[in-house]
């Protein structure tokens, strides 16, 4: 099994590999979770 590495991270985010499609409805519902904890941490 291969590890991940911050190396290998960094290498595939500039070169644009590995793309992984998220369908619509899954993006939406975790877009208002990240929405709603970014709010959560304004609060403070």
Known sequence: ????TLENTLA??????Y???IPV???KRAH???ARMLE?????
Not at 1 to 4: C, G, N, Q
Not at 12 to 17: I, K, N, P
Request: glycine share 4%; aromatic share 0%.
């Open 1 to 4: 099994m291969k590890r991940i």
């Open 12 to 17: 595939a985010l500039q070169h644009r590999r």
């Open 19 to 21: 793309e992984v499609d």
């Open 25 to 27: 409805d899954v993006r």
């Open 32 to 34: 208002r979770a990240v």
């Open 40 to 44: 959560i941490g304004r609060e403070d």
